[in-house]
């Protein structure tokens, strides 16, 4: 199975969505969602989270984002020390997102995921077409609350 994520955020924070294909052989599905008021970051991580819970069941995935952030939260080991820290950064200070990526954690023991950064806005085809997606849903009418999310984070 092969994902593409991105998440965009109109102002940051401010109005933003997700999107992601799903690939198997020929047969593409994209999703995508709005949200009144978030963050870029919020967005990232969601999309990796609704394309993984698209999955019915436990496979090998390999994911593609151009977001370094979850890419390294990830492969760096960012998200086991949080949890070793009690979810305190390395500064002793809160883990942003940590909603998020607890809600992340059992969909990476559930499936065999392996991160690829890819550059954004560099004509990749289901990057770019991820973010249109994404960019599209910030804009769209039936946005929905960021659960989660607090502005004054």
């Known amino acids: 199975m092969t994902v593409y994520t991105d998440g965009s955020s109109l102002g940051n924070p401010g109005p933003g969505g997700w999107a992601a294909i799903?690939?198997?052989?020929?047969?593409?599905?994209?999703?995508?969602k709005g949200y009144l008021e978030t963050t870029n970051n919020r967005m990232e991580i969601r999309g990796v989270i609704h394309a993984l819970?698209?999955?019915t069941r436990p496979c090998t995935v390999h994911v593609h984002t151009d977001s370094r952030y979850?890419?390294?939260?990830?492969?760096?080991r960012w998200i086991a020390g949080w949890v070793r820290n009690g979810w305190l950064t390395s500064a002793k200070k809160p883990v942003k997102n940590r909603d998020?990526?607890?809600?992340?954690?059992?969909?990476?023991?559930?499936?065999k995921v392996h991160f690829h950064w890819i550059?954004?806005?560099?004509?990749?085809?289901?990057?770019?077409?991820?973010?249109?997606?994404?960019?599209?849903?910030?804009?769209?009418?039936?946005?929905?609350?960021d659960e989660g999310y607090r502005s004054d984070s």
């Open 22 to 32: 799903l690939a198997w052989g020929d047969v593409k599905k994209e999703i995508s």
């Open 53 to 55: 819970s698209e999955l």
């Open 70 to 76: 979850v890419c390294d939260a990830v492969a760096k």
């Open 100 to 111: 998020l990526w607890e809600r992340l954690i059992p969909l990476l023991k559930k499936h």
């Open 119 to 145: 550059k954004a806005h560099n004509g990749h085809p289901e990057n770019e077409r991820c973010d249109e997606l994404a960019k599209n849903a910030a804009m769209t009418t039936g946005r929905v609350m």
